[in-house]
């Protein structure tokens, strides 16, 4: 049996494309390696968000080059956000490459194999990034995780936030029928899911294009298959976010008390020249009406340090809304220009190292932030979904998105279970069985 090696970077988008990809190689007859140097093929699955991922695809394929030495005949492919924007570039920097494919091609994979494997340069990438991806829909994903799956709901982003690379390498929103993602939620739990959790770009954005169906109704529906016992989403845009949807989200019993929901920069300022379509207030407005309908929710959010043009107190303005609204988990990121989009444009004003103290005083504010939040479940009884088993512990989530360990037998695996929280660390918690089933 020939063996495949897939690494993956980037967003959730991308782990869901990889585990599709998965999925076409186990009806091609392939195998995963459990170690890239044992493959015959190789996939890398690019993002193209900032710079750095960028560079971490260049080394990661340097590395990768090496297993033609001991199999000549191996296969290296890059796909995703990279490929799509960059693909006949990289290509030229790594001519050892065999196969480059568009983020819109994954279901031409067993085809662009075939090319490869007949000694010919295997490349498809389409201009057209805004087709319906239904072919690709068609297939099972191959996950690592039995209990939990991602369910693809929307594709592409009609924002235009002025940093952002997404609609250049994603293109245009097309949601799925509501039908075919009902379909793949039964076979899932057929398959034993217990949580299902809705992907997209932009999943507030869900049926805008089809005109009949909003996101409140998809959470309704997904709630309404038997055996679905979580269900969560990402990534919303507080644009987006409606009153219907938190009336959804604090109805629907399965909907989990978590949301992530980007910010980006705390400055009106700012928040204008990243063209996010809300100011400070109207976003805060959004996270009130959360914790009024969903008291006990827990919150995430991105945060951009840096962007062109923030000031002091424009990043004084992220630091003031991190307090306020208490996050159980912030992402941030220097802001990296992007070739093609508007903010590429845009004069870059303060010195890297000024950002860079920046970005590590606001990750060290949230660390205490979280580490106040996850002190709060101290001997606390919560529901954990047991997801694996690792160097002999359990380990699961809560509702609100917290990582667990916990002892107890392989047969907890894939139920839902109480715990007493006993130990809690800066980014997981530790706690006992008290109830086998919730
Ligand atoms: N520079 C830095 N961070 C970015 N993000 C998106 N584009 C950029 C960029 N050009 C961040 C945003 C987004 C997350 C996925 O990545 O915070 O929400
Ligand atoms: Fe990266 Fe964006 Fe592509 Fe996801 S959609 S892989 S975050 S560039």
Redesign the pocket.
Known sequence: MKKYYIRTFG?QMNVNDSQKMAGILKSLGYEPATDWKEADLILVNTCS???KPDQKVLSALGEFKKVKNDKPDAIIGVCGCLAQRAGYEILQKAPFIDMVFGTTNIHHLPQLLKEAEEGNKAVEIIEDIDRNETELDKYPTVRDNKYTAYVTIIRGCDKR?T????PYTRGKERSRRIGEIIQEVQLLVEDGVKEIHLIGQNVTAYGKDLGDVKFWELLYAVSNVEGVERIRFT?GHPRDLDENTIKAMADIPQVCEYLHL?I?AGSDKILEAMDRGYTQKEYLQKIELLKKYIPDIALST???VG?PGETYEDYMETIKVLKEVEYDQV????????PG?P?AEMKMTEKPETVSRWLSDLINLQKEITFKKNRVYENKTVEVLIEEEKEGKLVGRTRTNKLVHLDGGHNLLGELVKVRINKVNRFSLEGELIQELV
Not at 163 to 166: F, P, R, T
């Open positions: 967003c968000v900032r710079e936030c940093y952002c690379i997404v990534t980007p980006q991105d945060i951009i962007f992402f941030a990121f220097k802001y990296s220009p992007r989009t903010a």
